[in-house]
């Protein structure tokens, strides 16, 4: 079995089918996400970790040194990680496709692992925040990207996310951006727009 560094919960999907990585946001926990993958994606390995910083008792998958401050060595390290579990399981599963899925915290992680990695066919960035200019390290022809984001969202500023969501696209991704009127809180119409996406694989 899989050494994984993270509590998680698992559920085995059929060979030849996608694995897809959710992601919980800072306080969240392995549960957040699960069900809901479950339910999108009923034939795939479900993969849920538990982020494995606690921030005054907050679970998160990278250390911050102040709200949209980043320690970056931290994400290094991180997005190290996070790359290695999601191929360890891809591998073990026997994948046909690497998905991912992530809220706030657990779309920073997504993303980046995404940004210098590549791993991920597909990704879906539930109100991230990338609040640096990211190197391009490698081609992100052929991923698809869905980004969901509040227009209010004082968290992950409008600004910030069509930067990211532009970085992606000129690494030649596929984009599409949804926006909901509110804040950083995840809106019906996202839901429906992430079911659209993943419904494909």
């Known amino acids: 079995m ?3 560094g993270y509590v998680h919960r698992l559920h085995a999907g059929a060979p030849d ?23 999108l994606l ?3 390995t479900i993969l849920s970790p538990r982020g494995d910083v606690s921030e005054h008792g907050a679970a998160r998958f ?4 102040g709200e949209g401050v980043y320690d970056m060595p931290d994400l290094s390290r991180a997005t190290e990680k996070m790359a290695a ?31 210098e990695k590549g ?12 609040p640096f200019q990211p190197e391009a390290q490698v081609t992100l022809v052929g991923r698809k990207v869905l980004v969901t984001a509040g227009q209010r969202d004082p968290i992950a500023p409008v600004s910030m996310t069509e930067a990211l969501s532009e ?10 951006v949804v926006w909901h009127p509110g804040g950083h809180e995840i809106a019906p119409l996202e839901i429906d727009a992430v079911r659209d996406f993943l419904g494909n694989y």
């Open 2 to 4: 899989t050494e994984t």
């Open 17 to 39: 089918k996608p694995i897809l990585l959710v992601l919980h946001g800072t306080g969240g926990d392995e549960n957040q996400f699960f069900d809901f993958g479950r339910r």
């Open 42 to 44: 009923p034939e795939a």
């Open 62 to 65: 990278f250390r911050r040194t």
């Open 85 to 115: 579990y999601v191929k360890a399981f891809a591998d073990e599963y026997q994948a046909s496709e690497i998905l991912g899925l992530g809220f706030s915290n657990g779309a920073n992680i997504l993303a980046n692992v995404l940004i």
């Open 119 to 130: 791993i991920f066919d597909a990704a879906v960035l539930m109100h991230p925040l990338i």
């Open 167 to 176: 970085h992606l696209k000129n690494r030649e991704a596929e984009v599409r």
